[in-house]
C-alpha cells in the first residue's frame, strides 16, 4: 500500500508510458505574477495614452483599442506564443501547460483568460483564490474549464559531489524510494547548514547507528555507496 | 546497475540531445541553418524515447531525485517539442471564419435561439411597452442619460448621427472596446450557471429596447434608425452569439448529461472559445461600420436600409450556409 505523498505535484502518463511530474503551482506566486503583469500593462498603456493623447481624437481611438489589446489580447497571446509565459510569470518562473503536460493551445488560452471574469468575482479573484485552494492542483475556474495548469519551471540543480569520499555499506532491504531518499541526501545536504544536516541525520539514527556528525557522515558513506562510488 | 555507472554510460547522450534542443528546438530560428549537432532531425523522437525509457530504468532504481529531475526535464523539453500545437496558418484562419465558425455556431443552434429570445424578447416589450407609456422610460433612465441621448440622435445636429461629440477614430476605440468586452463578458459569465449570462442578455434587451422606444417616441426615429441599422446585423448577432456560447457553459455544467462535470466543462470551454473568437471579429466589423458608415448625416434613410439589408443578408447567410457540405476540420 502506498501513503499518499505530500508533494503537489500532478501526474500525468505520457504516451511513451512515463510519468510526467509537473509542480503546480498555488495561489502566491500567481498573484504576484499577476500583480507584476498588471504593473507592466499600466504602464505601457499609460506612456501609449500619453504619447496618443497628443494626436487628439484619432489618438484616443487608437488608445482605446490599445486598451482592450492590452486587456484581452496580451494574455492570451503572450501564454500561446512565449511557451505559455507572460511577463510576470516568466519573472516569477511559472509557466501555463495543457493539464497533460503539452504546450498550450490557442482555443484553452483564449478559454481561460476569457474565464478571468468569473474568477474576479465577487472582488480581487476572490473566486479563482478559493478554486485554487480548494483544488489538489492549484486550479482556479479557468483553468479547470479550459484543462491547464501552472506549473512551476524547473530550476536546473547541479548536483554537488559528496563531501564526504567515504563509502558505508546500506542495510538490506531498503526500498527504491528509501534508497532515492538517501541519495538525495547525500546531494542536497551540503547545501544545509551543519547543525541542520545533524537534525535530519539524527532522524535516522536507527539506521545508522550513530548520532551527530558521525551520523551525518555515514548518511554521506551510505549515498556514496548507493551511487556506486567505490 | 549503480547510479555513477548509469550516469557515465549515458551522460554523452543526455548532453547531445540538450544541445540539439538548444540549437534545433526552435523550429523558426533554425530554419536554414546547417544542422551541426551530431543529431540529425528525424532521429530526435527515437532520441526522445531512449531518454523516457531511461527516465523509467532510473525512477524504477531509485536513483537520486537530482538526476531524475535532470533527465524528466530533459524529457519534457522533449514532449513539449513533440506534441507542440501546430502554428496558426493564414489558410487554416480563413478556413475558421468562413466555414468552422459557422458550423459551430449551427451545430448549438439551440442555446443561440435561447439565446436570441432572451435578448429580443425583453427589446421588443420595452420598445411596446414606451410606445403605449412612455412615462416607463423614467423608471429606467434617469434624466441625465435621457438627455445625453436625445442630444445625441437630434434631428438638428447637422455634424455626426448617434454621438455627442468625437471624432470617427475615437468612437472607434469606444465600440471595439465596450461593446466587445459586453460580449466577451456575456460568454464568461455563463460559468455562473447560466445566470450572468441570462442576466446581461435581459439587461442589453431592456436597455436597448429602451433607447429604441424613448427616441421613437419623441419623434427623433429617422435619425435613429438611419444610424442602427448599418452595424445592426454584426453588432447585435454577436450578443447572440457570445450568448449563445455563455448559456452552453452554465448548461453543460448544471446537467453535464453522460459525463462528468468537468468534461462537460471543457467541451464547453472549446466551442465557446470558438464561438468567441468569430464574435470578436464580428464585433470589430461591427465597430468599424458604427464609427465610419453609421454615423454618416448625408447618407439618406433608403441608402442606409439598401446597406443594412445587404449586410444582413451577408450575415445570415454566412451563418446559416457557411461551410455546409464539406466536414474537413482540423
Same mark, same amino acid.
Given at each position: 500500500?502506498?501513503?499518499?505523498?505530500?508533494?503537489?505535484?500532478?501526474?500525468?502518463?505520457?504516451?511513451?508510458?512515463?510519468?510526467?511530474?509537473?509542480?503546480?503551482?498555488?495561489?502566491?506566486?500567481?498573484?504576484?505574477?499577476?500583480?507584476?503583469?498588471?504593473?507592466?500593462?499600466?504602464?505601457?498603456?499609460?506612456?501609449?495614452?500619453?504619447?496618443?493623447?497628443?494626436?487628439?481624437?484619432?489618438?484616443?481611438?487608437?488608445?482605446?483599442?490599445?486598451?482592450?489589446?492590452?486587456?484581452?489580447?496580451?494574455? !492570451? #497571446?503572450?501564454?500561446?506564443?512565449?511557451? %505559455?509565459?507572460? &511577463? *510576470?510569470?516568466?519573472?516569477?518562473?511559472?509557466? /501555463? =501547460?495543457?493539464?497533460?503536460?503539452?504546450?498550450?493551445?490557442?482555443?484553452?488560452?483564449?478559454?481561460?483568460?476569457?474565464?478571468?471574469?468569473?474568477?474576479?468575482?465577487?472582488?480581487?479573484?476572490?473566486?479563482?483564490? !478559493? #478554486?485554487?485552494?480548494?483544488?489538489?492542483? %492549484?486550479?482556479? &475556474? *479557468?483553468?479547470?474549464?479550459?484543462?491547464?495548469? /501552472? =506549473?512551476?519551471?524547473?530550476?536546473?540543480?547541479?548536483?554537488?559531489?559528496?563531501?564526504?569520499?567515504?563509502?558505508?555499506?546500506?542495510?538490506?532491504?531498503?526500498?527504491?524510494?528509501?534508497?532515492?531518499?538517501?541519495?538525495?541526501?547525500?546531494?542536497?545536504?551540503?547545501?544545509?547548514?551543519?547543525?541542520?544536516?545533524?537534525?535530519?541525520?539524527?532522524?535516522?539514527?536507527?539506521?545508522?547507528?550513530?548520532?551527530?556528525?558521525?551520523?551525518?557522515?555515514?548518511?554521506?558513506?551510505?549515498?556514496?555507496?548507493?551511487?556506486?562510488?567505490? | 546497475?549503480?547510479?555513477?555507472?548509469?550516469?557515465?554510460?549515458?551522460?554523452?547522450?543526455?548532453?547531445?540531445?540538450?544541445?540539439?534542443?538548444?540549437?534545433?528546438?526552435?523550429?523558426?530560428?533554425?530554419?536554414?541553418?546547417?544542422?551541426?549537432?551530431?543529431?540529425?532531425?528525424?532521429?530526435?523522437?527515437?532520441?526522445?524515447?531512449?531518454?523516457?525509457?531511461?527516465?523509467?530504468?532510473?525512477?524504477?532504481?531509485?536513483?537520486?531525485?537530482?538526476?531524475?529531475?535532470?533527465?524528466?526535464?530533459?524529457?519534457?523539453?522533449?514532449?513539449?517539442?513533440?506534441?507542440?500545437?501546430?502554428?496558426?496558418?493564414?489558410?487554416?484562419?480563413?478556413?475558421?471564419?468562413?466555414?468552422?465558425?459557422?458550423?459551430?455556431?449551427?451545430?448549438?443552434?439551440?442555446?443561440?435561439?435561447?439565446?436570441?429570445?432572451?435578448?429580443?424578447?425583453?427589446?421588443?416589450?420595452?420598445?411596446?411597452?414606451?410606445?403605449?407609456?412612455?412615462?416607463?422610460?423614467?423608471?429606467?433612465?434617469?434624466?441625465?442619460?435621457?438627455?445625453?441621448?436625445?442630444?445625441?440622435?437630434?434631428?438638428?445636429?447637422?455634424?455626426?448621427?448617434?454621438?455627442?461629440?468625437?471624432?470617427?477614430?475615437?468612437?472607434?476605440?469606444?465600440?471595439?472596446?465596450?461593446?466587445?468586452?459586453?460580449?466577451?463578458?456575456?460568454?464568461?459569465?455563463?460559468?455562473?450557471?447560466?445566470?450572468?449570462?441570462?442576466?446581461?442578455?435581459?439587461?442589453?434587451?431592456?436597455?436597448?429596447?429602451?433607447?429604441?422606444?424613448?427616441?421613437?417616441?419623441?419623434?427623433?426615429?429617422?435619425?435613429?434608425?438611419?444610424?442602427?441599422?448599418?452595424?445592426?446585423?454584426?453588432?447585435?448577432?454577436?450578443?447572440?452569439?457570445?450568448?449563445?456560447?455563455?448559456?452552453?457553459?452554465?448548461?453543460?455544467?448544471?446537467?453535464?448529461?453522460?459525463?462528468?462535470?468537468?468534461?462537460?466543462?471543457?467541451?464547453?470551454?472549446?466551442?465557446?472559445?470558438?464561438?468567441?473568437?468569430?464574435?470578436?471579429?464580428?464585433?470589430?466589423?461591427?465597430?468599424?461600420?458604427?464609427?465610419?458608415?453609421?454615423?454618416?448625416?448625408?447618407?439618406?434613410?433608403?441608402?442606409?436600409?439598401?446597406?443594412?439589408?445587404?449586410?444582413?443578408?451577408?450575415?445570415?447567410?454566412?451563418?446559416?450556409?457557411?461551410?455546409?457540405?464539406?466536414?474537413?476540420?482540423?
Amino acid at each position: 500500500m502506498t501513503r499518499a505523498k505530500l508533494d503537489t505535484y500532478r501526474e500525468v502518463i505520457t504516451p511513451e508510458g512515463v510519468a510526467l511530474h509537473l509542480p503546480a503551482c498555488g495561489p502566491v506566486p500567481r498573484a504576484l505574477a499577476w500583480a507584476i503583469d498588471l504593473s507592466v500593462r499600466l504602464g505601457v498603456l499609460l506612456v501609449m495614452l500619453m504619447g496618443l493623447g497628443l494626436l487628439g481624437g484619432f489618438g484616443q481611438g487608437v488608445g482605446l483599442v490599445v486598451m482592450f489589446i492590452i486587456y484581452w489580447i496580451y494574455p !492570451i #497571446a503572450f501564454e500561446v506564443l512565449w511557451n %505559455g509565459q507572460t &511577463l *510576470g510569470k516568466r519573472a516569477l518562473g511559472l509557466r /501555463v =501547460v495543457a493539464a497533460d503536460g503539452g504546450p498550450l493551445g490557442w482555443l484553452p488560452a483564449i478559454t481561460r483568460n476569457l474565464l478571468r471574469v468569473v474568477d474576479m468575482l465577487p472582488f480581487g479573484y476572490a473566486a479563482g483564490l !478559493i #478554486a485554487c485552494l480548494s483544488d489538489k492542483h %492549484g486550479r482556479r &475556474l *479557468g483553468d479547470m474549464v479550459a484543462r491547464t495548469l /501552472v =506549473v512551476h519551471v524547473g530550476r536546473e540543480h547541479m548536483p554537488s559531489l559528496a563531501p564526504a569520499q567515504g563509502v558505508y555499506p546500506v542495510p538490506p532491504g531498503l526500498q527504491p524510494d528509501e534508497q532515492a531518499a538517501l541519495a538525495a541526501f547525500g546531494e542536497r545536504a551540503p547545501q544545509l547548514t551543519p547543525a541542520r544536516q545533524v537534525e535530519l541525520g539524527d532522524i535516522l539514527s536507527p539506521l545508522t547507528q550513530a548520532r551527530g556528525h558521525a551520523g551525518v557522515l555515514r548518511l554521506y558513506g551510505m549515498a556514496n555507496w548507493l551511487m556506486g562510488r567505490r | 546497475m549503480r547510479q555513477e555507472q548509469f550516469v557515465a554510460r549515458h551522460q554523452g547522450e543526455w548532453s547531445a540531445f540538450e544541445h540539439w534542443l538548444d540549437l534545433r528546438g526552435d523550429a523558426r530560428r533554425s530554419r536554414g541553418q546547417p544542422n551541426d549537432t551530431g543529431i540529425a532531425d528525424e532521429d530526435m523522437p527515437a532520441r526522445y524515447r531512449r531518454i523516457c525509457d531511461q527516465l523509467a530504468l532510473a525512477r524504477k532504481r531509485g536513483y537520486s531525485p537530482q538526476l531524475i529531475a535532470r533527465l524528466q526535464q530533459l524529457m519534457q523539453r522533449g514532449h513539449v517539442l513533440l506534441y507542440r500545437t501546430p502554428p496558426p496558418r493564414w489558410r487554416l484562419a480563413l478556413r475558421f471564419v468562413l466555414a468552422g465558425f459557422p458550423r459551430q455556431v449551427r451545430q448549438q443552434a439551440a442555446a443561440m435561439w435561447i439565446s436570441m429570445a432572451l435578448f429580443v424578447l425583453p427589446l421588443v416589450i420595452m420598445f411596446a411597452t414606451l410606445q403605449a407609456r412612455p412615462e416607463v422610460i423614467h423608471s429606467i433612465m434617469s434624466p441625465q442619460e435621457i438627455a445625453g441621448l436625445e442630444r445625441m440622435y437630434d434631428p438638428g445636429n447637422e455634424e455626426r448621427l448617434g454621438r455627442d461629440s468625437g471624432t470617427d477614430w475615437q468612437m472607434f476605440g469606444v465600440y471595439v472596446m465596450n461593446n466587445t468586452s459586453i460580449g466577451l463578458r456575456t460568454f464568461a459569465s455563463g460559468l455562473l450557471g447560466c445566470l450572468g449570462t441570462i442576466y446581461v442578455l435581459i439587461a442589453n434587451g431592456i436597455g436597448i429596447g429602451a433607447v429604441f422606444g424613448h427616441l421613437q417616441q419623441v419623434g427623433f426615429s429617422d435619425t435613429l434608425w438611419r444610424f442602427v441599422v448599418g452595424h445592426a446585423p454584426f453588432e447585435l448577432t454577436a450578443i447572440v452569439l457570445t450568448g449563445g456560447a455563455g448559456l452552453r457553459l452554465g448548461y453543460n455544467l448544471l446537467a453535464p448529461g453522460r459525463r462528468s462535470r468537468v468534461d462537460a466543462l471543457v467541451e464547453a470551454g472549446r466551442i465557446g472559445a470558438r464561438i468567441c473568437l468569430g464574435a470578436a471579429l464580428m464585433f470589430l466589423i461591427a465597430a468599424f461600420i458604427e464609427a465610419f458608415w453609421s454615423s454618416i448625416e448625408t447618407v439618406p434613410a433608403w441608402g442606409k436600409f439598401t446597406v443594412s439589408g445587404v449586410l444582413w443578408t451577408l450575415v445570415l447567410s454566412w451563418l446559416l450556409l457557411g461551410g455546409r457540405g464539406n466536414t474537413d476540420e482540423a
